[in-house]
């Protein structure tokens, strides 16, 4: 119930944006933030990530792409969603900092709220979710691909996945930290976590927090055969088993939602929270120049 209810907010602000859907001989709709071909008669879509510069995970990005998730889900065709990045080298550089850094508590809640539903929305679709890793995925990125059911990641030392939060000075929230954790083991995910490390793909393989690693060019392609061998599956008995491994993670963040977004408020309110933010923005900015 709180999911659907959450769902229609979401829907809601979707039309108050206005975006003109565009539609290309039924194959391909998108939206400015989120593009998606869709194999209706093979049951496939593949979501590309387009947020240009980096993927971050703004509050127009996750409205636009739960509505393009949810017209997947409520057209029973569908059975498998391969999400990766239209722009190779980066995936997602996570949660968008601005919606993080500098403004009023309404905002903080409205932006967690959403954030959660990406989480819940991922984490408990009863499609089947690929994740093509092209490209760099801190944070909330590597969250992104962590709730997929098999992950793929390209053969590049230069990219990066983990949950850097304590970099940043700030911290993964218990549900990132319980989707981590039950990926990789305990002891891995509370050294990784409290260092924030960032790991190259031959790493991320060697702990779990990819299923493989593949030449670069291969990506897509191995996307696709894995996708086939899990359509084999029956959907009722695939569906049924996920759903009973993943439900009482969910139900943890569900029963307390509230209790977490005023967590995370009175978290990133605080004037030292605020004071790292705007120190690793301007790293980040450094880099450049
Ligand atoms: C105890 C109670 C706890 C309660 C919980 C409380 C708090 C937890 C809250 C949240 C968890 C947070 C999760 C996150 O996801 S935080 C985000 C983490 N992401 C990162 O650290 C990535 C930062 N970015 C990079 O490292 C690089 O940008 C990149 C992804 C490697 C890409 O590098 P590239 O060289 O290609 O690009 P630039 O670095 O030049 O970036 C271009 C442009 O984008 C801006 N930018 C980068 N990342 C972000 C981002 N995440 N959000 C917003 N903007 C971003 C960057 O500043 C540049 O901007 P400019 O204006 O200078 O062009």
New binding site residues.
Partial sequence: MALAAAGRVLLQAGSRLGRREVVDGARRFANKRVEVEADEAAGIAVMKLKNP??N??SLEFLTEFLISLEKLENNKNFRGVILTSERP??FS??????E?YGRNPAHYAEYWRAVQELWLRLYLSNMILVCAING?S????C?MALTCDHRIMADNPKYTIGL??S??G????FW?KDNFVNTVGYRTAEHALQLGLLFPPAEALKLGIVDEVVPEDQVHSKAQSVMAQWMAIPDHSRQLTKNMMRKAMADNLIKQREADIQ??VS??SRDSIQKSLHT??EK??Q??G
């Fill in positions: 510069p980096v971050s995970l080298g980066v550089a996570g949660l968008d900092l601005m993080m760099t801190p944070a909330g990125g969250l850097n939060e970099q940043l700030i911290v993964a929230p990132f967590n995370f978290f990133i690793y923005l980040l900015k880099k450049k």
